[in-house]
């Protein structure tokens, strides 16, 4: 029996003019369901990339990747995006959260689209943003702005939910109140979290840590203890 | 400034097509409209001097009052800078063409025309078959499908006259084979002026050798003026050359004026001293006529009264001696019956006297017998003495005694024979006395019978004389009396003839004295000098280009704003997403102007092309379309370009500035602020509680994207006003493309339909009397394809508005309750039927309106002869093509003082089919005294297909329409787009399927375009009005609406512009990717 996800020989090769680049030059591994898996690496060592294509932003050149048991390596733009739609939240480094809607409204986006979205209201109580609801991104922190987006990548009860460096743009304490609440997602709610960072400090909080560099997998640890975020210092 | 930022901004520029591409075109648009429209303006001015000059139009056009003669074309001739000079004639001719009674001007051509001659001038522009070559032929102008003279090659044309003199005094032939079709410069336009003759408009022009002209003067003269040809004459150098040749031909014409004026006054003078003893002699011939009449007439009175008293006398006398005869006779009677008594008792006493001369005469033959007896005794006696005595024997005694006895007895033989003689003369004396006494009782009585009988038969010839005498008399006297007769009879004659004489010689006389009068009188020949700005078609057609700038002024501006919002929206953006980049600069340490050339050189490099391409095509595109769109109206052929360089730089100049400011203005702002606060990101624009969401019920029905589509709409102002503005100019375009066909359609409905309600109308002759009117109206009246018909008077007038004279027509029922069902008299505004008032008129809305008259003013008009009438206005009336005055039929009394009469009947037809029209036509064409039938069918027809052409205006509209549409919605797309990339490839990302975020990005567009489309069928009407007041003729009042269906489609083809520009956006959407959207920092 196959893993949640499975990356089989995966291989990333941008064209760059008359330059090809090789992103991922063949990656293998696999993540059960609700696990904790950090993707550790330099920039530029490929682990965007292979979040993008695990999200279905972006595609493999050659390899297979299984989500659920389905191919999805094969998809179709359109398939694709049903991919994202239903299976995937993502959260990223600078929030992205659209600036013309409120707390609710931008968590609402996503739900709108949904087959099964989560309560609205009770996702945003979650994150902490219950009284913040009205309010517009710009008038939030940069924490209470990516707690929003968490939101967003939640209430859509994604199978997955794949993070982008989500404390790149946070201080210390901020960056620990997300990564908790992105752990206690990943507990309370048995979804599959990926978190991708540079900080190797963050490795001790996941359940395995997938170590990356140019463009291949350089480890995969199975931590049986990982630590809560509380416990980090980095 | 080095060349690093010279190659970012071309990178830039490569970097970003799309920006700089819409950018470019809206600048392209832009200076295409400004400087297309500009350009057209010279161009066609260029164009009209182009064909002026190739066809020689005339500069100066000379007019005479008195026409000019030969001198005068040699004194012409002689003045310095002159080039040519044709003096020529025309005539106002009348013709039926197609039942129609048209009026044709004919112009002369020279009988040879070569090429090289100077002194051809006003040269035709052949379009088919040939130029006259000999008499009887002619050519005519060509028409185009608004204006078919239905002649074609080969047809012949028989001239009338419409004037009382006949046109064999000015024509050598009236009929006139079509030998080729041709424009003229001379004529630029259809309109070609008015008549004194016929319908009072010059229909066609034809043009005849000028040898078939056999008139002696020249009724205008054409001159062209050496180097005149070199130059522009809309242009004030032409006039430069044109004015002292001009001057000087005033100065000539001042010189002829008075010689002329002294050979027309001597010319007038002579004639009347011809016609003075023309009188005089009549006059003199009369009068001895007369005299010698009169002596005749007293000679016969006198010989007349002489005769009667001759006769009297005759009379008198004649029966004078009848009666003495008769008194003579009578008397005569009393003779013979006294005669006859005497000889009564002549007889008596005769036959008494018988007895006693018969015992006298036997008494004295007693005595007788007794003497004889004696004597023979005596004798025997004597005897025996005798024998006794011849005894010789015997004695002488005895002898002796016997002698003396012898002697003795012989002495008483002698006694006794005495005595016996005696009584025998006795007896005889008694019997002779006696038959005397008888014969002459006898012969009394034989007298006095033939007296008798003589009487008796100077009696009977007597009575019979009488008879006679009265007989001749009254023969004589009758005689007389017819002589009488005669004479009165003369007489009367003679009074008449005298009369008639001398009311002939009072005419004379009185023709004489107004001669005299009209001598002094005599006005000096006026000559006019008049140069091309008394040239109608030059005017009109310079007026027309001219007004175009109207349409130059207005649309650039819209333009130039869309342009200068455009490029500041975009440059804004750019200015935006370069934050970082200008913050980068800054800290680098460039200036402030050389951070902002980047933006200002992407700008002006984006106008620059954007102004080449722009000026290169509308430069070209406009004015062709503008030209060929007034060609439907003139004649001039295919345009010719002017080179306008200043204009074309002045129009990139504007444009680029604008942009260079749009530019600046984006960039300004940001360089005010502190690199390191530039090299941060941008605060994203806050989202707000707009006012939507405070009216609670309605955002609550809005679903979620309608929301956020809401909010975006009042986030960004500068772009709603973009859009709004450029997509509103899309649409209002449109509306006013539509509406210019709706206006006019409505031209011939409303015209044809609603105010001219009858299906034609027929002239009678002028002259026809009542009677004959009748004839044809009540032939009309019959007529089973006439449903109703009645009579008008439709007189020519002018009025002059503004110095410049348009024909108006009179129109004047024979029964203003009728006419109502022919012509509906309403005012546009209400549709309230106005009624005829016997006082005052009605005038049409166009005449009000050039003539900026109203209600309870005073219309002043001229009459055909010249006469100047004032009538009060009583209302305005809807009416669209030509003007016109109504009036009642005692206004029309008041003003000209002669009754209206019915010389125009208009009938309203069952049935309007042109098989039905055609028979109708041609029957109505075989009564008498028809000269001319319209069906206003067939006009509306030719009005329908000057629409028709006019519908290139509407694709050329829709065009930049969809142009203005696509570029804006384009650019507004693109910025919002590139700002919102992070935006879009979030909802990419949280898995919004490709037509979901379309909806999400053009939802907003579509607002966008609607609310621009809204206030674009506004703004349509206004640009409507614009161009419909631009392109009115004088004559002629375009509707101002626009139908609702115009409206529906502008409003759906812009809808269609957006979708067509969401489209081709789709794929730049699609493309967008994720992640890298995502990663950056903005």
Avoid at chain 2, 915 to 942: C, P, Q, W
């Amino acid at each position: 029996m196959s893993s949640y996800i499975e990356f089989q020989n995966v291989k990333k090769i941008y064209h760059m003019g008359e330059v090809d680049i090789e992103a991922l030059a063949g990656v293998d591994f696999s993540i059960e369901k609700g696990e904790f898996v950090v993707i550790a690496g330099s920039s530029g060592a490929g682990k965007s990339t292979i979040l993008n294509i695990l999200g279905g932003m972006d595609t493999c050149t050659s390899g297979e990747i299984i989500v659920d048991g389905t191919k999805i390596s094969d998809f179709s733009a359109k398939q694709l995006t049903t991919y994202r739609r239903y299976d995937i939240g993502f959260v990223f480094q600078f929030y992205n959260l659209v600036q013309n809607l409120t707390v609710k409204e931008n968590v609402e986006l996503a739900t709108q689209i949904c087959k099964h979205p989560l309560d609205i209201d009770e996702t945003i109580h979650a994150v902490g943003l219950s009284d913040r609801a009205k309010n517009f991104p710009s008038q939030l922190s940069g924490g209470e702005q990516q707690r929003v987006a968490i939101a967003r990548a939640l209430a859509k009860n994604p199978k997955l939910l794949l993070c982008d460096e989500p404390t790149g743009a946070l201080d210390y304490q901020t960056g620990k109140q997300i990564l908790k609440l992105l752990q206690d997602t990943c507990r309370e709610r048995s979804v599959s979290v990926i978190v991708i960072t540079h900080n190797l400090a963050l490795t001790a909080m996941g359940d395995k840590v997938i170590k990356v560099r140019n463009g291949r997998i350089e480890s995969i640890e199975i931590n049986e203890h990982p630590l809560s975020v509380e416990r980090i210092e980095y | 400034m080095g060349a690093s930022l010279l190659k970012d901004t071309i990178r830039e520029i490569k970097g970003s097509f799309g920006r700089f591409f819409s950018i470019m075109m809206i600048v392209a648009i832009g200076v295409a409209f400004y400087a297309g429209v500009k350009a057209s303006i010279p161009d066609m001015k260029h164009t009209a001097d182009q064909y002026f000059d190739d066809y020689h139009l005339m500069d100066i056009r000379l007019l005479s009052t008195y026409g000019f003669n030969a001198q005068d074309v040699e004194a012409i001739s002689q003045v310095d800078g002159i080039e040519g000079v044709y003096a020529t004639n025309t005539v106002d001719t009348l013709a039926n063409i197609d039942m129609t009674q048209m009026v044709l001007k004919v112009h002369a051509l020279p009988d040879v025309q070569k090429d090289t001659d100077v002194n051809y001038i006003n040269r035709p522009k052949l379009v088919t078959g040939r130029l006259p070559h000999k008499s009887g032929e002619c050519v005519i102008e060509q028409g185009e499908e608004m204006h078919q003279s239905g002649l074609s090659i080969g047809d012949t044309i028989r001239l009338k006259s419409g004037t009382d003199t006949s046109l064999d005094e000015t024509l050598k032939t009236t009929e006139y084979t079509v030998v080729g079709t041709v424009h003229t410069p001379y004529y630029l336009s259809y309109e070609k002026g008015s008549s004194g003759i016929g319908s009072g408009k010059i229909n066609y022009f034809i043009m005849v050798p000028q040898s078939d002209f056999i008139v002696d003067y020249f009724s205008e003269i054409h001159v062209t003026i050496q180097g005149a040809r070199e130059k522009n004459s809309y242009q004030d150098d032409y006039f430069d050359i044109i004015d002292p040749v001009k001057q000087a031909l005033e100065t000539m014409a001042k010189q002829r004026e008075d010689i002329r004026f002294e050979t027309i006054k001597q010319e007038a003078n002579d004639t009347l001293t011809d016609k003075r003893k023309e009188y005089e002699d009549g006059k003199r011939t009369f009068e001895t006529k007369i005299r010698n009449h009169e002596t005749k007439l007293k000679q016969a009175y006198t010989e007349l009264i002489q005769h009667e008293n001759e006769l009297k006398t005759k009379q008198q006398e004649t029966f004078t001696v009848i009666q003495d005869a008769k008194d003579q006779l009578s008397k005569g009677r009393e003779q013979l019956e006294n005669g006859k008594r005497e000889y009564a008792l002549g007889w008596q006493a005769f036959q008494a006297g018988k007895d006693t001369f018969l015992s006298q005469l036997s008494q004295v033959d007693e005595q007788l017998s007794t003497l004889q007896t004696h004597l023979e005794k005596m004798e025997e006696t004597l005897a025996s003495i005798k024998q006794s005595m011849e005894d010789p024997n015997m004695d002488d005694e005895t002898h002796l005694q016997l002698q003396a006895q012898y002697d003795e007895c012989m002495e008483n033989k002698q006694t006794l024979k005495q005595q016996i003689s005696i009584l025998t003369s006795q007896k005889e004396q008694m019997e002779k006395e006696w038959n005397a006494q008888e014969t002459k009782l006898k012969e009394t009585k034989q007298q006095l019978e033939s007296e008798e009988t003589k009487l008796n038969t100077h009696t009977q010839t007597l009575e019979e004389r009488e008879r006679i005498a009265h007989q001749e008399f009254a023969k004589a006297k009758s005689e007389l009396d017819k002589g009488k007769r005669e004479y009165e009879q003369g007489v009367i004659e003679f009074q008449n003839a005298k009369k008639d004489g001398q009311e002939d010689l009072d005419i004379g006389k009185e023709k004489l004295e107004q001669a005299e009068k009209d001598i002094q009188a005599l006005k000096k020949p006026e000559w006019f000098v008049l140069d091309r700005k008394s040239h109608y078609s030059y005017m009109d057609y310079g007026s027309v280009a001219d007004r175009m700038e109207g349409i130059a002024k207005v649309f650039p501006l819209f333009f130039f704003l869309v342009a200068a919002l455009v490029c500041l929206t975009t440059m804004t953006r750019m200015v935006d997403e370069q934050r970082n980049t200008i913050g980068t600069l800054k800290a680098l340490g460039y200036g402030k102007n050389a951070i902002a050339f980047k933006f200002i050189a992407y700008a002006l490099i984006a106008s620059l092309f954007g102004s080449v391409l722009g000026c290169s095509l509308g430069m070209v595109v406009f004015p062709t379309v503008i030209f060929n769109g007034w060609n439907i109206m003139y004649t001039l052929p295919p345009i010719s370009f002017v080179a306008q360089p200043m204009l074309a730089f002045g129009a990139s100049a504007i444009v680029s500035l604008i942009t260079v400011l749009a530019a600046y203005f984006a960039v300004y702002k940001e360089l005010k602020e502190t690199p390191a606060l530039l090299m941060r990101p941008k605060a994203p624009k806050a989202g707000k509680i707009i006012i939507l969401e405070r009216m609670g019920f309605l955002w609550k029905h809005l679903s979620f994207t309608q929301k956020v589509t809401a909010r975006n709409l009042f986030r960004y102002k500068k772009r709603f006003f973009m859009t709004v503005i450029g997509i509103s100019g899309c649409t209002a375009l449109l509306v006013a493309g539509f509406g210019i066909q709706d206006s006019i359609a409505l031209v011939v409905d409303k015209q044809y339909g609603d105010i001219f309600k009858y299906d034609l109308s027929l002239n009678v002759d002028q002259d026809a009397t009542t009677q004959e009117k009748n004839a044809v109206l009540n032939n009309m009246r019959q007529d089973a394809r006439i449903k109703d018909v009645m009579g008008i008077t439709m007189d020519v007038g002018t009025v002059k508005i503004a110095d410049e004279e348009q024909s108006v027509t009179i129109v004047s029922p024979s029964d203003t309750q009728r006419f109502q069902t022919f012509v509906s008299l309403h005012q546009r505004s209400n549709q309230e039927e106005m009624a005829l008032n016997i006082q005052g008129a009605l005038i049409s809305e166009k005449l009000a309106m050039n003539a900026s008259l109203s209600k309870g003013d005073m219309i002043t008009f001229e009459d055909a002869e010249g006469k100047i009438h004032q009538v009060k206005i009583n209302g305005v009336i809807e009416n669209y093509v030509g003007h016109y005055i109504y009036v009642s039929p005692e206004t029309y009394k008041q003003l000209f003082g002669i009754r209206q009469s019915d010389t125009t009947m208009i009938a309203l037809m069952n049935d309007t089919s042109e098989k039905t029209e055609r028979a109708l036509g041609n029957d109505l064409m075989k009564m008498e005294h028809v000269t001319s039938i319209s069906f206003y069918r067939s006009l509306a027809d030719s009005f329908s297909d000057m629409i028709s052409s006019l519908s290139f205006i509407v694709i050329v509209l829709v065009i930049s329409a969809g142009l203005l549409a696509f570029v804006v919605l384009y650019n507004l797309t693109n910025v919002n787009v590139s700002e919102r990339l992070r935006e879009i490839a979030t909802i990419k990302v949280l898995g919004f399927y490709d037509r979901e975020v379309a909806e999400y990005v053009y939802r907003e567009n579509m607002i966008l375009t609607m609310i621009g489309a809204l206030c674009g069928l506004v703004l349509g009407i206004g640009l409507h009005r614009l161009i419909m007041s631009l392109a009115e003729m004088e004559n002629i009042m375009f509707g101002r609406n626009i139908d609702l269906s115009s409206f529906v489609y502008s409003f759906i083809i812009t809808l269609g512009f957006a979708l067509l520009v969401n489209l081709v956006m789709y794929r730049k959407l699609k493309k967008i990717p994720m992640v890298e959207s995502l990663k950056s920092i903005e």
